[in-house]
């Protein structure tokens, strides 16, 4: 797979119940995101069976073991989403901490980045929407960008005790949250349900 931009929306396992899998569909269609297939031995498959697949994997609170067979892990997914070449989802379990689990979604980087650190304003303007509109799942704690060389998203515990999220180029905080941070070096854009979207306020877009 080439070099990729990541989008990562954060939820607590606390909050796990029968029917999360099915919340993340509705919101996916909502999105826009147009499901185009399953990756690495889901092909053929449904997004509906590949999510329920991935409930009962969260439900079982499993982890993929340093030494077992990839297979055997999430099923990734596939979406199409307006001149994207290729966009990639996938659920983690115990990710970026113990009790909490997530959806990321993988942007190709040639398609996201410009030269010399600059982003291109065109997909910057389709992550927002994509960022804005999965915000609305009420279970979404935090959604954080990040570039393949980076060091990962943080928690939201982080984010509390006063760590600046991961935002290359984006992401979006609870109002509340927002109104604790250090926000000097964003702009701010408060979207649906109680969200805050931040860029840096240095961001290159071309």
């Known amino acids: 797979m080439p070099a990729y931009v990541s989008m990562t929306f954060e939820y607590s396992r606390l909050e796990l119940d029968y029917d999360n899998m099915k919340e993340l569909l509705a919101y996916i269609k909502h999105a826009g995101l147009e499901f185009k297939g399953g990756v690495n031995g889901s092909e053929g498959q449904t997004i509906e069976e590949i999510l329920d697949y991935n409930q009962k994997k969260l439900e079982a609170n499993f982890v993929l073991g340093s030494d077992e067979d ?13 001149g994207f070449s290729e966009i990639r989802g996938y659920i983690s379990n ?29 997909a910057v303007a389709k992550m927002k929407n994509i960022a804005s509109l999965l915000w609305i799942l009420p279970k979404t704690r935090t959604v954080q960008t990040e570039l393949e060389t980076s060091d990962g998203i943080l928690t939201e515990q982080e984010i509390k005790d006063g760590a600046a999220p991961s935002v290359c180029p984006l992401a979006i905080v609870s109002e509340k949250q927002f109104g604790h941070m250090d926000n000097s070096a964003y702009t701010d854009d408060h979207v649906y349900a109680g969200g805050v979207l931040i860029m840096p306020k240095d961001i290159k877009l071309v």
């Open 94 to 122: 115990n990710y970026p901490a113990d009790r909490e689990y997530s959806f990321t979604l993988l942007f190709p980087e040639e398609e996201v980045l410009a030269e010399h650190g600059a982003y291109k304003t065109e």
């Open 70 to 82: 990839r297979a055997n892990d999430y099923k990734q997914m596939l979406f199409g989403y307006e």
